[in-house]
């Protein structure tokens, strides 16, 4: 019998005369988790549409289990788990898996207790320690929801369960949980696609990887024979331009930009600490470290408990609204881009010009739309957001690209404290890469920045100075050369250690 | 108004129509209306030429619909933010009423009983806004409730009965009328509606409200004070229930309890409908008031040709369906269009 579930030979796709896939191969071997990475537009989202015969292929030919099918015509034992996990939130766990899977009936009508049952059942199935049937989901931690979203497509014993990026919503620590379930799946036979933008969760996870690039197949390899410089080389086409280090930049010896003194927020803390002109100080911690909240009470949008901010030495008033953190020169990018920063069905200029207090005019002003044309292209050439349409609506644009748009909108010259939550989160890697760029510069012209991050390699690539968050109180201090991924991973997991 | 509406979105129709054919596309989505418009004053006047096109005909409409286009401008300012207010119809009545009934009964001069019409409703307006942001009552439910309320009321105030307006002064009736030819009613739309398209199109201040109706937590987080302007929507929206209970007196020169309700599909249809042309995919001022247009002479010239009377709800009732599946269907077009387009840039 064969070793491979499933192989997929020369497969294509144009879109309107476009090429989406211009012949891609990929093997699946059984019972094997293989990761599948490459840049926005690579082609991996056309590749599982087509898979999951959303489209229909122009070319090419999918084996599974040896026998030529067709996606489009048959049900295959193949599920999908997508990043954007739709439940319905305020009902059970049970209920919810019963979407998936079917609601167990007697005489016809509901059997509650068997959705109950069949629910525990799969968990256990699963290996892993199953949640109260009848917690409601709003309730779940993000990887209790993600493993969720696994759970409900597994009554139907799939051979294979593709994985469309489960973990970009995801903290890094929540992530272990996840993969912790995924390896006993596979440990029982099941075979994964995993796709992922975060290439350091693939080693140890994953048996083996392949990168598309421009729709096609680039490189399968073992990972324990592969490196993230390997990695990233495959996918960009070139050798990695590291997340270059930010250790050469001077020692910040501006003034003090921000003090945050005594910081009591959502019943934590308290945490101090100063960020000098022109530094990038990051803020480190597992889940439930309490570093958000940070964030979000310097900015006013949440109420702090005790403590003092002040800028410039100016203490900013104790109850504030948003708006006046923002008349004040203090910025917040949020991290959660669809909920909480992009505006969907509205266009790039109107995205990037939301607020015009963030400019320093007021908003009462009469506006023209050739006014605003001329502010935005410029920041569309400055901030190399693509297309340079104005006009275009948001939704049309790459992560990478909508990130940069919401940058652009709180880059302005009036700027004086940019507080950052996952900044690149979900874009691809030749995105990170321009942001962080745009950042440096940034604070090399005197802007003080805060960056939130679940992202180890961004923290220590990007930030001069990073601050382990422990239960929203100031843990390890790492700064310079000890400014390291891996300083910054055992200090943080230490930290929950000590604190347990 | 409507052609300067087009300023924004005109250059991008040249821009994006570097594909052979996608400016056609654009212009439909962005004019479709007009067009509309005006394929239905061609087709009844050819088919009414005596009646249909006469300047009476054209003056009792513009007439009778200003106060539709009022309430249709009214319940799109909370629309902008995804708002509903159902109270517009009781609203336009109890001021219908209240104007009357305070020159008939309380004697007043007709400036100071719409001056006092007008606060009220203001007032109103702010309930509903308080109903819906302070105390998180879904704007379905409120509206409605306040609209009840507002029906209890007028009733209570008339016993149910019609308020005569016999010897209302001219200056009051006269609000009916016409200056140089055009209705009187018909400028004040005018005047209320170029206000409104100059604060959500021109001023950064309105157009936060599509804003919060895209995104409220991210219109929320870059500053825009969500609370305030959702209120102040409905205060809006009340004030110009108010200004249309005047008109609306003036014009039919008693206080009906019983009118009202009837306004409100035909306004949702018209702000609805109005969001598939001008600025597709979003309730606007230019397509709304288009809307009413068209709504008006399409249905005069059925009217016209000798339809039934309740052939007017299965018209609205049409409309309003139609309406919500293409401004849906604008919206998501527009979306999707680009996939293409973005990706290949």
């Not at chain 1, 593709?162 to 992530?175: F, G, K, N, R």
């Not at chain 2, 042309?277 to 009413?292: Q, Y």
């Not at chain 2, 709800?313 to 401004?327: D, Q, R």
Request: glycine share 12%.
């Amino acid at each position: 019998m064969n070793d491979d579930i499933l192989s997929i030979r020369g497969l294509t796709k144009n879109f309107y005369g476009v090429s989406a896939l211009g012949g891609a191969d990929f093997t699946l071997r059984r019972g094997e988790i293989h990761a599948l990475i490459g840049e926005n537009g690579a082609g991996k989202s056309t590749f599982i549409k087509i898979l999951a015969g959303v489209y229909d292929k122009d070319g090419g030919e999918i084996r599974l289990d040896g026998r030529i099918v067709d996606p489009r015509a048959e049900r295959l034992p193949i599920a999908f788990v997508h990043q954007d996990n739709a439940f319905a939130e305020d009902l059970s766990v049970a209920e919810n898996v019963a979407f998936g899977v079917g609601y167990p009936r007697r005489m016809g009508l509901i059997d509650w207790a068997a959705v109950n049952r069949q629910a525990i059942d799969i968990y256990k199935a699963m290996d892993v320690e199953p949640l109260h049937p009848e917690r409601m989901v709003s309730t779940l931690s993000a990887a209790e929801k993600a493993i969720l979203s696994i759970v409900r497509k597994l009554a139907h014993t799939p051979q294979v369960l593709v994985l469309d990026e489960p973990t970009a919503a995801l903290p890094e620590a929540d992530s272990v949980q996840l993969f912790e379930a995924m390896r006993r799946l596979s440990d029982k036979g099941t075979s994964m696609i995993y796709v992922s933008h975060r290439l350091n969760e693939l080693f140890g996870l994953c048996d083996r990887v392949t990168t598309f690039r421009d729709g096609r197949h680039v490189a399968t390899e073992d990972m324990a024979e592969t490196t993230i410089d390997r990695l990233v080389e495959h996918m960009l086409g070139q050798p990695a331009r590291a997340l270059a280090a930010n250790k050469d930049m001077a020692e910040p010896t501006g003034r003090v930009a921000l003090r945050v003194d005594s910081l009591v927020v959502e019943g934590r803390g308290p945490i101090g600490f100063d960020i000098r002109e022109g530094e990038i100080l990051g803020l480190v911690g597992l889940r439930g470290g309490g570093q958000e909240a940070v964030g979000r009470a310097i900015f006013g949008a949440l109420p702090m408990e005790a403590g003092t901010i002040s800028l410039f030495g100016r203490a900013l008033p104790y109850k504030r609204t948003i708006g006046q953190s923002i008349e004040a020169g203090v910025r917040l990018l949020a991290g959660n881009r669809a909920f909480e920063s992009a505006f969907a069905g509205m266009s790039l200029s109107e995205n990037i010009l939301v607020n015009p207090r963030i400019r320093g005019e007021s908003p009462w002003r009469w506006t023209t739309p050739a006014r605003e044309r001329a502010a935005v292209r410029e920041l569309l050439d400055r901030f190399d957001i693509r297309p340079r349409r104005e006009n275009a609506l948001i939704d049309w644009l790459s992560g990478g690209n909508q990130q940069k748009a919401c940058l652009a909108r709180w880059l302005g010259d009036n700027g004086r404290l940019l507080i950052l939550e996952e900044p690149t989160a979900g874009v691809d890697i030749g995105a990170k890469l321009a942001i962080h760029d745009i950042l440096r510069k940034s604070a090399a012209a005197g802007a003080s920045m805060l960056v939130i991050s679940t992202d180890v390699e961004e923290v220590a690539a990007l930030c001069q100075r990073a601050i382990i968050v422990n239960r929203g109180r100031n843990g390890v201090e790492l700064s310079g050369a000890e400014l390291t991924v891996e300083n910054l991973i055992s200090h943080s997991s230490q930290g929950v250690r000590n604190a347990a | 108004m409507s052609s300067s509406g087009n300023e924004a979105s005109a250059p991008t129709a040249a821009r994006t129509g570097a594909k052979a054919g996608s400016g056609v596309v654009n212009f439909a989505a962005n004019y479709g209306l007009a067009v509309i418009f005006v394929l239905v004053l061609i087709v009844f006047g050819l088919l009414r030429p005596d009646t249909y096109l006469s300047q009476s005909n054209i003056s009792n409409l513009l007439t009778s619909q200003a106060v539709t286009a009022l309430l249709a401008l009214a319940v799109m300012m909370p629309l902008t933010t995804g708002r509903f207010d159902l109270s517009v119809g009781y609203h336009v009545g109890f001021a219908q009423i209240m104007a009357i009934g305070l020159q008939v009964n309380g004697g007043l001069s007709w400036p100071a009983a719409a001056a006092i019409v007008i606060v009220l409703s203001i007032v109103i307006g702010a309930v509903n806004g308080f109903l819906v942001m302070r105390l998180r009552i879904d704007s379905f439910i409120a509206t409605m409730g306040v609209g009840s309320l507002l029906y209890g009321i007028s009733n209570w105030y008339t016993d149910g009965m019609q308020i005569a307006g016999f010897d209302l002064p001219d200056g009051y009736s006269g609000l009916a009328g016409a200056v140089a030819g055009i209705p009187i009613p018909a400028i004040v739309v005018a005047i209320v509606g170029a206000i409104l398209w100059i604060v959500l199109e021109r001023i950064p201040a309105g157009r936060g409200l599509y804003f919060i109706g895209s995104n409220p937590r991210a219109a929320e987080l870059s500053g825009v004070d969500v609370e305030r302007s959702v209120a102040a929507t409905f205060v809006v929206a009340g004030m110009l229930c108010g200004v249309a209970g005047v008109l609306l007196g003036a014009i039919l020169r008693s206080g009906t309890p019983s009118v009202g309700p009837e306004y409100l599909l035909p306004a949702f249809a018209a702000a609805l409908l109005g969001a598939t042309s001008i600025r597709p995919g979003r309730v606007n001022v230019g397509g709304t008031l288009l809307a009413i247009l068209i709504l008006a002479f399409a249905f005069s010239g059925v009217q016209q040709l000798g339809a039934a009377f309740y052939v007017e709800y299965l018209f609205n009732g049409a409309i309003l369906i139609v309406a919500v599946a293409l401004s849906v269907y604008a919206a998501a077009r527009r979306r999707k269009a680009a996939a293409g387009s973005g990706a290949g840039n």
